[in-house]
């Protein structure tokens, strides 16, 4: 069990390696954590799946850690979206580099009462 740090921290870290080595996400969980499964191989996905268990009105994009240029990570000119179709691996590390350092996104106050009173405080 994660915490919402733990989800950022681990996010920052692929992203800065993807931002180093030029490489896909897939290559990063090959390489560097071969026994973990993670959700569409997204650190953020897979705390916003988490989330989304607990307050199932919202789609997980909306529980989403990160604060994207788009509203959604894969709209067309989102960061992820450049990056998933960079051309070159110069352009792709340049993404990869935006990405690592998005900004956290706050909880709402009705998600935190909501993962709290389900006892996932771990979430917040």
């Known amino acids: 069990m994660r915490t919402r740090k733990e989800y950022i921290k681990e996010h920052?870290?692929?992203?800065?390696?993807?931002?180093?080595?030029g490489k896909y996400r897939e290559d990063y969980f090959k390489e560097e954590m071969p026994d973990v499964e993670v959700k569409d191989d997204c650190w953020?996905?897979?705390y916003a799946s988490e989330v989304s268990e607990f307050h199932n009105d919202l789609p997980p994009c909306k529980t989403c850690l990160f604060i994207w240029n788009k509203e959604q990570c894969d709209e067309d000119g989102a960061y992820f979206d450049k990056w998933a179709f960079a051309s070159t691996k110069k352009t792709m590390k340049k993404y990869?580099?935006?990405i690592a350092e998005l900004p956290v996104r706050r909880?709402?106050?009705e998600i935190k009462e909501t993962?709290?009173?389900n006892g996932a405080e771990h979430l917040m």
């Open 12 to 21: 920052r870290k692929m992203w800065r390696w993807l931002t180093e080595t």
């Open 44 to 46: 953020a996905c897979e």
């Open 115 to 117: 993962l709290k009173k």
């Open 107 to 109: 909880l709402s106050k």
């Open 96 to 98: 990869a580099k935006i």
